[in-house]
Each structure stands twice: as C-alpha cells, then as structure tokens.
C-alpha cells in the first residue's frame, strides 16, 4: 500500500509537470569516433522532470510509473511537440544539426494518435525530417515491431527520416529480424561500454556487436563513454560514434542557446 501511494503521488507529480508545461528537454552531444570530419552536429534530446526540490529528474526515474499509468503517449506528444518547437525557432542550431535525436517509447509503434502527430509534423515546413532520428530500445522493437509499425518507420524513412535502436545488444532474439528492420545506427548498450578500459571480456563484446551492426550494414553508438580511455578503446575497435559524459554532460536547451 505504501508503494502504491509513493507510485499515485509520482504520477500526480508527473502529471501536473506535464500540464503546466514544466518539463524540460536537455542536450548531450554527439561526435564521430572514426573521422575528425565536421560533418554537422549529432545530438540526443532527453526529457526532464522538476523534482519536488527543485532538481531535474531524470526520465528513468518517473518514465516507468508513467507508463503504468498509460501516460506516456502524452508524454511523447510533448517531447515531439517541444524538441521540433526549439528546432523551428533556433534556426541556426537548426542548420547546423545532422542528426537529433528524439526519444519516444514504444507507444508511438501503436498508438494512432500519436503516429498521425508525428507524421503531420515531419509534413510541415519547419524540420526536414532527414534532420530528426527517433530512438527506440530493443526491447520496444522486439514487442511492437508488428507490420502496421514497419510500415510506418518504412514510410518516415521514405521522408529521409532516421531511426536508431537503443540498448542494442541486451538480447539476441532481435538478430533474428533486424535485416527486415533496417533502422540506420545501432546504439550499444550501456553495461557493456562503461568498462571496457578495463575489462577484457566487455571490450571484446562491444567488439563483436560493432562488427555485426557493420556486416548488417548498420552504423554503431556508444553510450556512456565517461573517460578519454573508453573512447580510445572505442576508437581501436571501430565504432562510429560516441556520447557520454566523458565527452559532454546533459545541458538544458536554455543553456545550449
């Protein structure tokens, strides 16, 4: 009873952040491990929530009570909504983008709602849609990947929209179908980059992951990368890009512009 009084006060919280228009994007950058290229900015936009002191909470902590709740469908709308909003309205950063990333969950592969929103807005004239490149985990691939879901990646795709799977790696039941998915990078899951200065038997996973995003055609992202050692072990191996504190921490869009 108690954990269910915490879960309903979290949701109430999350709730009101949403409706009053609290909640913040942040900015963490991107960059190629294997050119030295300027080739355009690469960047992750990620949701934050104020806690009740005042300090941002991070989506893991509130995101899972959310969608519980069946929430997470609004928060989509906004994030989508917000993350294209700066973009219009930040023109120069806008020009100097390649690649932003824009977290959605799962909900977005099924809800109606929410597939016709995303597909209005990459219609309009204010971001090219070659510009944005949704994030989607494994495990969102492996239950929603139905044909209806397909498609539509396959239709935004046709626009010259990217996808990357996120957490790649935590389970290989996805190698089975990921030629028919095609989603453009590879995000290597966490667990398995953060030692691998360190610990031979990571390194050689994130080895073998790099080199089978490669044969499928794939480009790969490291996540987590905290040290200068992390990223010359990523960098012996292959990988294409990286991001991390060790290369820049979560900024609000505030701060960026």
């Excluded at 290989?172 to 290597?188: H, Q, R």
Aim: net charge negative; aromatic share 8%; with cysteine.
């Amino acid at each position: 009873m108690a954990r269910r009084h915490d879960e309903l006060q979290r949701v109430m919280h999350a709730d009101r952040a949403l409706q009053r228009n609290k909640l913040q994007l942040y900015y963490q950058p991107i960059i190629c491990v294997t050119s030295s290229a300027l080739e355009g900015m690469r960047y992750e936009l990620m949701v934050r929530m104020p806690g009740d002191g005042g300090q941002m909470v991070a989506p893991g902590v509130f995101l899972p009570t959310v969608e519980r709740f069946n929430l997470v469908p609004k928060f989509d709308r906004w994030v989508l909504d917000a993350a294209l909003a700066w973009l219009t309205d930040h023109r120069a950063q806008l020009e100097r983008t390649l690649h932003c990333i824009i977290n959605l969950s799962g909900h977005w592969l099924v809800d109606d709602e929410v597939r016709r929103a995303v597909a209005q807005q990459l219609q309009g004239p204010g971001v090219p849609a070659s510009k944005i490149c949704f994030e989607i985990t494994e495990a969102t691939a492996i239950v929603n990947m139905t044909q209806q879901a397909t498609g539509f990646i396959a239709s935004l795709k046709a626009k010259d929209c990217q996808f990357s799977l996120d957490d790649f790696g935590s389970g290989l039941s996805l190698f089975a179908y990921l030629n028919n998915l095609s989603v453009g990078f590879l995000k290597i899951q966490w667990q398995f980059v953060k030692d691998t200065a360190d610990d031979v038997a990571d390194l050689e996973m994130v080895r073998a992951i790099n080199g089978i995003g490669h044969v499928l055609g794939e480009k790969t992202f490291a996540e987590f990368v905290e040290s200068k050692a992390i990223l010359e072990r990523l960098c012996e191996i292959g990988v294409d890009y990286a991001q991390g504190c060790g290369i820049g921490r979560p900024r609000s869009l505030d701060e960026v512009a």
